[in-house]
């Protein structure tokens, strides 16, 4: 903090009080945030729901220019450009779902706008539309959501992320800021390479939730387990269940169980998902039984626990979906429920979600047939796919299809992506001059047929999107009114009009080319399938481990190797009482004074190691270390004492050597 000043300290608090309303950074918001306004180029670790979005909004509302912001989902930054604009906040997005002249607007008015902040999916990168304007713009911070997708080691490898090189090198002098919340160190360092780090900088942030006990139950019985901590524990849960079917039996049990519970999965409408959403979030409905599709966007704060009734594909998502519990900082609980033949059924999922290399490839095929692009055709086209639909009528399994996308997409075939926003879509049925024949005596439609024709090329051969607050604009008619005259002309079969809606769709990287063309290289399928299986069994490790606390499993699947024993998990718990039984039947025989030096002595060690290991401060000391938080701090006092610690000019706490 001394390198910048107190006046650029006071401006980041300000800017946070004055556009969110917090009043202090979150531990690790504060070291990402410093070293981006001191120009360095930053790679930040940082659990999910952990304020990473924070790290680059803060610097660049605190000064002049724009941030460029790379993420790769769509829905994400739809929702991050709507936030922004609703603090007052200009933000804008380009991405695979807008026409070009949508995008011609967003990059024209981040060159000659006001622009604080730049969207960009990054397969929208390469476009010459956005070379050429970005080196116009007045970049002062490139920040790199998911930034582990650059990285071919890593299960979320996106090749379009590798242009990021690209555009780094159009602004050589605009410092990086990458944020992930999954990185070994294998992939760090992959990161900071194809990003082109000036100097490695890592900031890692902590995996720990110490409010959070995590507990496994092995039982034949999942639905007697759930029910006795729906019943002893208050406050509303999520209960994350593999398959729809699954969703809906357990929500019908628990209501005639007398709990109030609903159910969400990915097969519900739009607007059933949301209002069931919300009749959770304002605690109408006590339980939520889901999918793991019901999690962006849960901002509930008072999630008393989480149980999982089937394991999950990572470790890492274990961690993130039993991390909706506790975000208020009170107790709560994340349970794993397992039964004695779900190894087995791992296994089979496995098998059956990595496809054998010819199916992958008629996999390709059948999709290209089904969203009917010819040999030759597609290139850079994004199409709705409907992927459910594709499934029933070929009969593959889901997962097994995703699985064959996402090493189609690696190998630069095709890309899912997922939730888009379809423009709306229109085609001429009548040619140009039985049009001009049929008499139309509407004024209105006469108009904005007129309008459509000028502003649409090529609409009497195939559907072209169609902006309809555009034409609204060019016709002087409200959007309500545009719509209801193209659904008349649709009757009228002028036209044939799809509707904006949303849904998955697929993008083509490439052109379609002949099955027997399609290259899939041995490394990438034969490291993938090393991936999953990995993945796979770090979950299964943590289902079956019986010896070492859970939280510290977890934080060293993040790369903490430091991390001390929560105390609360169920190892924890049970090893206190283990020694509660030990020291009972030893202090009837032995002095009790010597129990307390040893538990000293351990917690003092504890503390030693908590410092040695990062920058702390005696405050996150207290809360890091499992015991009593006065205990702690007589201990700190003590070690200040004996000279072997001290407090830093930045209030951390710092061994003497
Ligand atoms: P991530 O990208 O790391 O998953 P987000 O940036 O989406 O996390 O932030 C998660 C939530 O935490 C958001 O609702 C955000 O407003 C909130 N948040 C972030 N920083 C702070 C802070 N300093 N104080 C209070 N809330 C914060
Ligand atoms: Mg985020």
């Not at 790290?55 to 989902?73: E, H, K």
Request: proline residues 3%.
């Amino acid at each position: 903090m001394k390198e910048y000043g107190q006046d650029i300290e006071q401006r980041l608090h300000e800017t946070l009080a004055k556009y969110w309303g917090y009043n202090a950074f979150r531990p690790g918001q504060d070291a990402i945030i410093h070293s981006v306004m001191a120009g360095r180029d930053t790679l930040a670790l940082m659990p999910t729901g952990g304020g990473k979005s924070l790290t680059y909004q803060v610097p660049t509302l605190a000064r002049d220019g724009l941030c460029i912001v790379i993420t790769p989902l769509i829905a994400l930054m739809k929702d991050q450009v709507d936030r922004l604009r609703q603090m007052g906040v200009s933000a804008t997005a380009i991405h695979s779902g807008m026409s070009y002249t949508q995008i011609d607007i967003a990059l024209d008015n981040c060159v000659y706008g006001d622009m604080k902040f730049l969207y960009v999916a990054p397969e929208r990168l390469a476009t010459e539309a956005f070379r050429l304007r970005v080196q116009r713009m007045k970049v002062t911070l490139l920040a790199v959501d998911e930034a582990h997708c650059i990285s071919q080691w890593g299960y979320d490898f996106r090749p379009p992320y590798l242009r990021i090189a690209e555009l780094r090198r159009l602004l050589p002098d605009v410092p990086i800021l990458a944020l992930t919340a999954s990185a070994t160190q294998l992939v760090s360092n992959d990161i900071m390479k194809h990003l082109g780090f000036k100097q490695p900088n890592i900031l890692r942030s902590s995996f720990s939730r110490p409010n959070l006990s995590y507990s496994v139950r092995h039982t034949d019985d999942k639905d007697e387990q759930l029910l006795r901590v729906i019943r002893n524990v208050e406050g509303c849960g999520i209960v994350y269940v593999r398959s729809r079917e699954g969703c809906e039996q357990l929500t019908e049990k628990l209501l005639q169980n007398g709990i109030k519970a609903s159910y969400y999965h990915a097969g519900l409408p739009h607007a059933e998902r949301s209002i069931r959403q919300d009749e959770w979030a304002s605690s109408k409905v006590r339980i939520m039984v889901a999918t793991n599709a019901f999690g962006m966007g849960i901002d509930k704060a008072d999630v008393r626990f989480v149980v999982h009734y089937a394991m999950c594909d990572s470790l890492e998502n274990y961690y993130q979906e039993a991390g909706r519990a506790g975000r208020d900082g009170k107790r709560s609980y994340a349970l794993l429920l397992v039964a004695s033949n779900d190894d087995q059924r791992i296994s089979k999922r496995f098998e059956s979600e990595f496809p054998p290399l010819d199916e992958v490839k008629s996999i390709y095929e059948k999709i290209c047939s089904y969203l009917q692009v010819a040999i030759g055709d597609g290139l850079y086209n994004s199409l709705v796919f409907n992927m459910q639909e594709f499934c029933q009528r070929e009969h593959i399994y889901m997962g097994k299809v995703r699985s064959a996308l996402k090493l189609l997409s690696q190998n630069g075939y095709m890309t899912l992506i997922e939730e888009m926003d379809n423009p709306a879509k229109i085609l001429f049925t009548v040619s140009r001059d039985d049009l001009y024949k049929i008499r139309i005596d509407r004024q209105d439609l006469d108009h904005i047929i007129r309008t459509l024709l000028r502003r649409y090329n090529g609409i009497f051969t195939e559907f072209k999107a169609i902006d309809e607050r555009e034409i609204s604009a060019l016709t002087g008619y409200t959007v309500e009114k545009v719509k209801e005259l193209l659904k008349r002309m649709w009757q009228m079969r002028i036209i044939r009009y799809i509707p904006a809606n949303t849904s998955p769709m697929i993008f083509f990287d490439e052109e379609r080319l002949p099955t027997k063309d399609i290259y899939i290289s041995p490394d990438t399928y034969l490291h993938r399938k090393r991936l999953i299986s990995e993945r796979f069994n770090s979950m299964i490790e943590y289902a079956e481990n019986e010896t070492e606390c859970r939280s510290v499993l977890l934080q060293r699947h993040f790369g903490d190797t430091q991390a001390q024993p929560c105390g609360i998990c169920d190892i924890c718990l049970a090893e206190r009482r283990r020694l509660k039984e030990e020291n009972k039947s030893k202090s009837t025989s032995n002095n009790s004074a010597d129990n307390v030096t040893t538990t000293n002595s351990s917690i003092s060690n504890n503390i030693l190691s908590l410092i040695k290991s990062r920058n702390i401060s005696a405050r996150e000391v207290m809360r890091e270390v499992s015991c009593e938080p006065h205990l702690v701090a007589k201990i700190i006092d003590e070690l200040k004492a004996q000279g072997k610690i001290s407090l830093s000019n930045e209030g951390k706490l710092v061994i003497n050597e």
